[in-house]
């Protein structure tokens, strides 16, 4: 889903940063949760081609996006990884809250707002490829609340030399250099022996607070796990980390990634397709002026999906119940189910989501009356969503203070997906 908010993350030190973040959406012309009353029956009022206003959105399929580029390979790859990162849901049910940073690293430099400048560079120093990172807490209503945090992160490197370098270069710099938080203290957890473990101790608003960063060599890939919880919970930091990686160590050694020419016996590898199922293609893109982050213009699983999610577990839950394999990620967002009851099933589900988050219905555009749009006033501006189905796929559009641009996207939307291949694997 395509939320977009400013979230905020104390990792190794406190850092802000914007993000796009993905959000369920969808709503009807009542505020009704489809499937409880009344509202679950669909309209039967038809489309009007005609009385669509889509401004100047394409309302065709893109061109298709081709293989990625020795300069898009780092962003394509690091897209791909999301899938095969763990969410923080999956370690605490409990880490529902998404914040800063999740995204696709771009280089070892990108660790430097993960961790440290010191991190970055050592990274970097190393020849760290690209990564991937997802950070969430348990929901707090105020800064004086405590909460529990996690980090989790996986970053590839050329070889298991480099990688295993960075997780010691890293622990050492931990242990002997004060940022100005203080020294981490060297620890051990018996049952992860390949582990490098340390400690540290802070005071927050919420009182004194316990973290510990953990790194694991795999391979060519560095796991990467941060904890922080109060410190009477210490206990639970060392069980978050022992089940980040019981679950990253497996998922990890099923992502298949683009061979380097070291390992391609000094050839260049066949490069993947940017777009994953050919499903990008039907997504708005983004105005030329803006600027791609790297976690956009792509193409995610429900898993990659629930990463950039205000509500991670239930994206992962519906996404993979519809057979949702891959959804596109632009300006606009799209879903494709396996078939048209997985498609209106995402529709109900994200809408209904939306209604519980306190979002109130809001018109459709003219000519859609199938469309499901809603509002809600925040401290950012209005936030205003449509969503609407056609076929397998689901549509969605969003934007702050300008309902017309979101009803034009929409609307837009729609027409493109009169296009979708319906049969499409």
């Known amino acids: 889903m395509s939320m977009r908010t400013t979230t905020s993350m104390p990792a190794a030190a406190v850092l802000a940063a914007a993000v796009l973040l993905a959000g369920c959406t969808g709503t009807d012309t009542t505020a009704e949760p489809v499937g409880k009353s009344g509202g679950d029956q669909a309209s039967t009022a038809s489309v009007d081609p005609a009385a669509l206003d889509t401004g100047s959105y394409p309302t065709s399929p893109a061109p298709e996006f081709g293989r990625a580029t020795q300069d898009t390979i780092l962003d394509v790859d690091g897209q791909r990884l999301a899938e095969f990162t763990v969410v923080p849901f999956e370690i605490d049910p409990e880490l529902t809250s998404v914040k800063m940073p999740t995204m696709v690293m771009r280089s070892g430099k990108n660790l430097g707002v993960v961790l440290s400048d010191a991190a970055g560079d050592i990274a970097h120093s190393h020849q760290m490829l690209y990564g991937y990172v997802s950070t969430a807490t348990t929901p707090t209503t105020k800064t004086t609340d405590p909460s529990r945090s996690v980090v989790q992160a996986v970053m590839r490197f050329n070889n298991p030399d480099d990688a295993a370098a960075t997780a010691r270069d890293i622990h050492q710099n931990l242990l002997t250099v004060d940022d100005g938080t203080g020294l981490e203290t060297a620890e051990s957890i018996d049952i ?110 429900p898993r990659g999906m629930a990463h950039r999610s205000t509500n991670p577990p239930l994206t992962y839950k519906v996404l993979t119940d519809a057979g949702s394999d891959h959804n596109a990620v632009y300006k606009t967002t799209v879903y494709r189910a396996k078939d048209e009851a997985g498609a209106e099933t995402i529709l109900t589900e994200f809408y209904n989501d939306l209604l519980a988050e306190g979002f109130t219905a809001a018109p459709t555009p003219q000519g859609l009356p199938d469309a499901k749009c809603a509002t809600k006033d925040t401290v950012n501006g209005t936030q205003d969503y449509c969503m609407v189905a056609n076929g397998r796929y689901v549509g969605e559009a969003s934007g702050t203070d300008n309902k017309k641009d979101v009803d034009q996207q929409i609307s837009a939307q729609y027409l493109i997906l009169e296009h979708a291949d319906q049969n499409a694997e």
């Open 192 to 301: 992860l022996p390949h582990t490098l473990v340390s400690t540290g101790q802070t005071n927050f608003n919420a009182g004194p607070e316990v973290s510990v960063n953990a790194f694991t060599p795999h391979g060519d890939y560095l796991l990467y796990t941060w904890a922080k919880a109060p410190a009477a919970d210490k206990d639970w930091t060392a069980k978050a980390v022992a089940t980040a990686l019981q679950l990253q160590e497996p998922l990890i050694d099923r992502f298949p990634a683009t061979p380097t020419r070291a390992q391609n016996g000094g050839q260049s590898a066949e490069l993947p397709m940017i777009d994953q199922d050919k499903v990008l293609i039907y997504a708005i893109p983004e105005d030329d002026a803006q600027a791609q982050l790297g976690d956009d213009m792509a193409a995610y699983g």
